[in-house]
């Protein structure tokens, strides 16, 4: 048997730094403050996309190398003499010592997704500055420690899940209000994320069309791989991209068919169509749909990320707003309400700070890590790739004419729904953009409107179709256009397929603890009846979404990113308290500042939500506000008649609740926590449900690059093993 | 060339690392080294379907 030492060891003597890397670092350095500080200085100035671009790969850098390193050795302490569960527990299923490469391919699939894509171009109303600065600093003092922290604990637990750690390390009190919080923000997410893809594909045959054969593509993948070719994944995903290209370019044609009428559909079809999906996709085995259309999913995810820092880097774009619009300072934008403080802190969560990747990172992550050290590549590095998926569709936002933006993304309500009323409206937010300009728009990429496309996908592929075709040229406009809502609704339709089912094995659990044969996966009449609550749950609140006259994104994404931080709140509480419980208090302000700061921006949201006498920005205000008016017999605009002042009254009510009782969940949680913070303290350390050490075997390089050490050790030890096996 | 041919098996071995198909070659190759029968690809694929089905996986935001 082998007994050759892993490769790093915590405390162990510090390298010394190279003339080299002093200068590459240094480099490094140079090139993000540069950008930096033309960023900072540029005013009223053209000002190239790539500033942004630069600065951001350059923090990463450094953050990566000095700041990650830092926490994995000083803060955690990861030891590589310690055999991950992986190596401990090793089945061949979900435990199962993974190459750090692939599981970093495979973590990034699960964390990526639309999140990144729309946040950052929904706050690109408060000008490129604020969007950016967020992105990158919150990605690594947060989002990106949050992500490698939690991995890290569920790892040293045997992969438990954040509602299990949280339950056992800070309390049942606690822990039950996570679980429930985790549940009703995954129902948000799932219907704001729904939202998105009904806003992009409504009155769009061409759009239907091509998503709409996704579902037929993957089916055949699935059977494909069933039955004709089992196991051959990368020639079955082959088949079904090329698949993917040849919908978008047919749906081009549908438009002058007979088939373009019938697939003109309205916001509430096709949310009558999503539900009906939803539920279908649930029950299905996996095979079938659900595993097909996520290979699918991950190869555009590659392939799109790849082509956007290409195409950045080739058409070298100019921003097209502000540094910082007057909608950041006064409040008044009409994309969201509110000012820069606290919003765009909670419009841009993904890329930024995610709860919802807390949930990846203690789910199936921990228990393929073949060594402690690669926490930081897989949980650090991982964020920072999302986070540059952010920064690129906040630059795609920013560099589409303003005019045009402002036309997309404010609700109907206000732009009026024509050409001409919404350059109009425009007009009084200080643009000039002429109808002609947005019908042409439109036409350029076959649409047969843009205006009030609010949601944020349209938006991003109108920016991305203008950057490819600098880019690459060829006067594909809207093909790109179109490519881009394909990829961006096949994220979205694979979380909810995924999401609806993690949903429905949650309930299914938790009510199995009362009923047990209710817990039985596998049995019909559960499996159905729990996704069926599922499904009306977040299908009730695609339906409030989609019918609200004030606007559904406008309405529901602040929602959306307060829960997706609150659930961020309540993954650092842990890690706060996992800090103390180990002893570790000189290191706590690592998890802790990030937790005050998403603490302060999430609860003074949450409070100008339910609190705010601003009808614009407070629920309940909102609500009283076309109460009032409707018991005096007014119509208050936008509604248009009685029922849709009802509509209001009651959709801003349920928002508010839904707001308060999120704040409240992550409350109970912040307070159970803070006594065992409090015990901690006094007694130095508690003991929490770490598995013991069990001395490791496996030999395996730390990071992304293996040095010339890490290979020789990594043959020696296959040697070794080659012989043992062979003994 | 050589380092053409190097990237080119690096692409693919990642791909087909990332997509478990190689693990149906690690499957095999224990199989002969423990003297075992390995079982038909078909049912060794739907025995991993089978696992996936009940082990769902988040796909975030």
Redesign the interface.
Known sequence: MATTTPVRRPGGPRRRPTPAGVAIWGGIALVGAVCWTVLALSRGEEVSALWILFAALASYAIAYRFYARFIADRVLQVDDSRATPAERLENG??FDVT?R??LF??HF???????PLVGPVLAAQMGYLPGTIWIIVGVILAGAVQDMMVLFFSMRRDGKSLGQMVREEIGVVGGTAALIAVFAIMII?LAV?ALVVVNALAESPWGVFSIGLTIPIALFMGFY??YLR?????ET?AIGVALLLAAIIVGGWIDDTGLGDTLTLSHETLTICLIVYGFVASVL???MLL?PR??L?TFMKVGVIVLLAVGLVLARPVLQNDDITSFAMDGDGPVFAGKLFPFVFITI??GAL?G??A??AS??TPKMIAKESHVRMIGYGGMLMESFVAISALIAACVIDQGLYFAMNSPAGATGGTASSAAEFVGTLGFTLSPDTLTQAAAAVQEPTLVSRTGGAPTLAVGISQIFSDAFGGGLAAFWYHFSIMFEAL?IL??V???T??G??MLQDTIGNVWHRFGD??WKPAAWSASAIVVAAWGYMLYVGVTDPLGGINQLFPLFGIS?QLLAAIALCLCVTLMLKHGKARWVWVPLVPLVWDLVTTMTASWQKVFSDNPAIGYFAQADRYREARDAGQVLAPAKDGGQMDQIITNSTTNGVLQLTFAILVIVVVANAVLVWIRAIRAGGLPTTEVPAVPSHVVAPADFFATADEKAAVREWEQSRLTG?RR | MTALARAWRGVRWYVRELTGEARWDEYVERCARDDVVPMSRRAWERHRADAKEHDPQARCC
């Open positions: 299923q979900d190459d490469r692939v391919g495979h699939a699960a964390i990526a997704g639309a999140g997410i994320l791989l069933r089992p196991g051959r994944v990368s995903t085995p996996v095979w595993t996520d290979y999913s969560a993904c995610s919802f990747h949930l990846i789910g199936t994220f694979t979380a397929d995924a999401g089912r993690v429905r094995f996966t596998s997706n096996s």
